[in-house]
């Protein structure tokens, strides 16, 4: 009788241990698709996070033309895991050029895949998405051409190329001769009056009931004119802010506006309430 119990317990024992395994081995699975993006910055890409009641939409993290997700939001990233958001970044679009090179419409197809699994793995409705330079640019045309639904809480861009540049520091044909001779595609693509932004910006620049926030700088040496990054929409649901008018010392560029700690104040705001962020409520706040 003894051993009897002994091999009906082996046997239960070791259907627990495989119906343990398959639940570890479908949890990898799962979260796999978080180890093929490489290296994450601090705080991101923690395949345990769920959504929370306080935080309920993740913050996908989309880094700009020739930057990786780990030095795009090395500062970003750990202070918004801090304040207990689900932090999610992606590396997209590389080409032979680089990083986020490639043509846009199929970054942000590679955008649209990585914002389904991560809906899928913490169980939320939506993800607020916060993006430097062609990062806060190409969410639109997977939110205006590619997603059905609506998906993002919040798109926040920080000197996002919404309407391209006329050339690094003003320089539009050193910057086309550049472009064409690296094979940047997406650098092709982000000068001012291209097919591709004209396509984007047709018609409603801001559509759904998605809540933006470009954040820019008159420093700006790469989306030139800086106004060039605003967006036109209704002011409940676009917020076009530049940096000086609210901290007149931050003498900040494009790249390191995400790395600016003033910027982030914008951002936490925008992520917290309800529509857009409001600079009023951020400087009066502090």
């Known amino acids: 009788m003894k051993k009897m119990y002994k091999i009906v317990f082996s046997i239960l024992l070791f259907a627990a241990i495989a119906a343990l395994d398959h639940h570890q081995a479908k949890a990898i699975s799962d979260s796999g698709f978080l180890l093929e993006e490489g290296p994450p910055p601090p705080g991101a890409n923690d395949p345990n996070c769920k959504s929370s009641t306080e935080h309920p939409e993740p913050v996908v993290l989309v880094p700009g033309t020739f930057e990786t997700m780990e030095r795009n939001f090395i500062n970003l990233s750990p202070a918004l895991k801090e ?93 086309e001769t550049g472009s064409d001779l690296s094979s ?40 030139v004119p800086y106004s060039s990054a605003f967006l036109n929409g209704a002011a409940a649901m676009v917020s076009n802010i530049t940096i000086q008018d609210h901290y007149p010392y931050d003498q900040v560029d494009h790249q390191f506006i995400a790395q600016d700690p003033l910027a982030f104040n914008f951002v936490f705001d925008a992520l917290e309430h309800a529509g857009p962020a409001d600079p009023e409520r951020v400087t009066t706040s502090e």
Do not use: W
């Not at 169980?123 to 998906?151: C, D, N, T």
């Not at 693509?189 to 008159?218: A, C, H």
């Open 83 to 175: 304040k207990g958001y689900c932090v999610f970044a992606l590396n997209y679009g590389f080409s032979t050029a680089g990083p986020s090179t490639g043509p846009i419409e199929e970054s942000a197809e590679e955008l649209k895949i990585f914002i389904e699994k991560v809906l899928d793995l913490t169980g939320a409705e939506k993800v607020s998405i916060v993006g430097h330079s062609q990062g806060g640019m190409m969410p639109r045309y997977f939110m205006k051409f590619l997603v059905e639904g609506e998906k993002v809480e919040d798109l926040i861009g920080l000197v996002p190329s919404n309407h391209g540049t006329d050339g690094l520091a003003g320089f539009r044909e050193l910057t």
């Open 184 to 223: 940047c595609i997406a650098c092709q693509q982000q000068l001012q009056g291209s097919d591709f932004l004209t396509n984007l910006n047709m018609d409603d620049e801001t559509p759904g009931d998605t809540s933006y926030t470009v954040v820019t700088t008159r420093n700006d040496e790469v989306v």
